[in-house]
C-alpha cells in the first residue's frame, strides 16, 4: 500500500503552493509594517519533500509570482529587499529541484529493492491453492523487518496421487545467503516431492541439496509431511517445531517426533535421520504447520505465544479468517515487542473419516540405497548422508 501524499501537478506542488498562498494572505494581514518576502522560498522548500522536479520549478515560479505582487501591493518592488527575497526564492528553488532530483534517484533505487525483495520472497513463500487433493488450504507469511529484507522461512505444497506432500522449513540467518539456502530447499522438494515413491527420499534428496552447497555454515530444520485422501498423515521433523493437530471435534495433537530429528545440513554432527511421527485424520481435522517465530513471540514479561491454549482461533471459520484470526491475536500478544519472522500454512482435511489416534504400522520404509540416488556420482566426497545410506 503506497504512503498518502498531497496531490502534485506535473508543474506544480499543492503542498508547496497552499505554503506560498498562506504566506500571502499573512503578508496581507500583516500589512505593510511586516514584509515576508524572503518566506516565499518555502513554497519550492515543501515542493522537494514530495514532488518532482518539474512541480519543484513550478512552485517556485509559482512563489516569485506571489512575492512580486505582494512587493509591488506594498510599494517595495523595486527597493533592494525585493530583489534580495527574489533572489533567494530562485537560489532555493534551483537547490531544492537538485534536491527533489536526488530524492527520486533514491526512491526509484528502493522502489526496485523493495520489487526484488518481494518477488524472492515470495518464490519462498508463495501462495498456495484454495484446495489440493484431500485438503484446503490457506498461508500466512510475515516479517519482521522491513519490505527490502528477506527472510528465510519458506513453505510448498505439492499434489501427489492420492494426497500432497508439504515442506515447511526455516533457514539459519537472514538475507540473501539464507534466502539462496531456502531456494535450494525448495527447489529440490518441487522436483523429487512430485516423483518419488517415498517421503524418505525425499527428505534425503532436501538433505544432498543443501550438501551440495558451498556454504557449509549454514542448516535448515524442516517438517515433510505426507497426506493421503484416506486421512493417513506422516510427518517427518528435522529439529523443526511440531506441526499442530486441531481435531474437528474438540481438543489438539502435538505431532511430536518419535525421536529427536536432526536439522538439514547438520549430517556430519551425528545421525541425520528425522523423527518419525503417524497419525489419522478425521474429516473436518485442521493441522497447522509454523515456523519458530509464532511459538517464540514474545509479550512485553518475557512469555512465549501460548499456541496450544489459543488453538481455538483455528476453528469455526475459513482457514483464512482462522489465519488471519491468529495473527491479530500474536500482534496483541507479541505489542510492543514486535513478532519475529513466520510463515503459518493451515490445512483442513476433506475426506474420510480416520480412525483416530496414532497409526501403527502402515506402509513399510524403503531401504534407500546410495547408487539409486546418485552418490556414485555426486562431486561431494566423504559425504555422511552416502555413508550413512551405504551402512
Known sequence: MKNPRMPTFKHLDCGGAWAVLGIALLDLVLGEEVKLLALYAVGPVVASARGRPPAVVGTGLFAAVWATVLAYHDDVLTSPRAA???????????VATVAARIRQGHESGHAVMRDVAAT????????????AGPVHLAASYESAADAARIGGDFYEVVPVRG??????????GKGLRAAGLAAALLGAFREYAAVSPSLDEVGVRLACALARRPDDERFATAVLAELTSDGRMTVLNYGH??????????????T??????????LDALGDGRPGRHRGLLHDGDRVLFHTDGLAEARDEDGRFYPLGS??????????????????EDVHRHAAPCGADDSALLLLEFDGPAGAGGV???GAAQ???????????????????????LRA
Open 84 to 94: 534580495v527575497s527574489l533572489l533567494a526564492v530562485a537560489v532555493v528553488t534551483a
Open 120 to 131: 524472492a520472497q515470495d518464490a519462498l513463500a508463495p501462495s498456495v491453492p484454495e484446495t
Open 163 to 172: 494426497g500432497v506432500r508439504v515442506l515447511m522449513g526455516d533457514v539459519q
Open 241 to 254: 517445531p511440531a506441526p499442530l493437530v486441531v481435531r474437528a471435534g474438540g481438543g489438539v495433537t502435538w
Open 256 to 265: 511430536e517426533p518419535d525421536r529427536p530429528g536432526m536439522p538439514l545440513g
Open 310 to 327: 489459543h488453538s481455538g482461533l483455528l476453528r469455526d471459520a475459513p482457514v483464512e479468517r482462522c489465519l488471519a484470526r491468529m495473527r
Open 359 to 361: 497409526l501403527r504400522g
Open 366 to 388: 524403503v531401504p534407500l540405497r546410495a547408487a539409486e540416488l546418485g552418490c556414485d556420482v555426486c562431486a561431494v566426497e566423504d559425504c555422511p548422508i552416502a555413508a550413512r
